[in-house]
């Protein structure tokens, strides 16, 4: 069960959200505040998992309150402005709903904070492979990722989310350096701290960036000169 709580000053979003919580059966809702201030009283004294936090709000907004704790849960932020979104992901946030907040999208967000926990109480996954394929431990299943599928792996901190060409991505409690030295010479590269990419899958390269579909990858000051390489070595002149 996921320990919540809920911060917004405006009663009639924080029954909401409460309410939303309440009926979803792996989250337990143990406060709700008005005030962020009071918030912070009660987290010295109570250890919660997730919060749900606003971010408009008078004596302390939710960004900067979430920054004053040194030692936070994890937080979806619920706001009406769109122009926190990218703030709230520096802060680690799991996602970031825009109000109105039907349940469905609350639904989402949630799953999406479930299955971050469920990773975080799971064992290291294991990943067994071959020339062809691997098999790997997500979420207490054991799944077939074929390598020619895989168009790039990202790094999330304690996890890895392996993209692949026709089916969702697949998550495991896995680090990056684990996945390169499995991937070593069945040609994938390591192009960025948080990235390796298929390079049989690369199509574009855009100002030292590798486009997938609409996706972005740096290619790092670290990794350039090996990336260039392979580049170079099969370059149509």
Request: glycine share 2%; with cysteine.
């Amino acid at each position: 069960m996921i320990q919540c709580i809920a911060i917004d000053d405006e009663p009639l979003a924080l029954r909401q959200i409460g309410s939303y919580v309440e009926k979803t059966p792996f989250l337990e809702l143990k406060e709700t505040f008005e005030s962020p201030l009071d918030a912070i009283t009660y987290l010295q004294e109570n250890k919660v998992d997730l919060m749900f936090v606003d971010i408009n709000m008078p004596d302390l907004n939710g960004m900067d309150f979430v920054k004053s704790l040194n030692n936070p849960p994890k937080i979806i932020f619920t706001t009406a402005y769109s122009e926190y979104a990218l703030e709230g992901f520096k802060v680690d946030a799991l996602d970031y709903l825009l109000k109105p907040i039907d349940y469905l999208t609350f639904l989402k967000a949630s799953n999406k904070a479930k299955t971050w926990f469920d990773l975080q109480t799971s064992k290291p996954e294991q990943i067994n492979s071959n020339e062809d394929f691997l098999f790997i431990k997500s979420e207490y299943k054991i799944v077939r990722a074929k390598l020619n599928e895989i168009k790039y792996i990202e790094g999330m901190r304690e996890y890895v989310r392996i993209h692949l060409t026709n089916e969702k991505p697949i998550m495991t409690l896995l680090s990056m350096k684990a996945m390169e030295k499995q991937l070593e010479n069945k040609g994938f590269m390591r192009v960025h701290r948080s990235y390796i990419v298929n390079l049989n899958k690369v199509g574009t390269i855009e100002r030292n960036r590798i486009v997938f579909d609409k996706v972005y990858i740096p290619v790092s000051e670290q990794y350039k000169d090996k990336f260039h390489q392979f580049i170079d070595k099969n370059f149509l002149t």
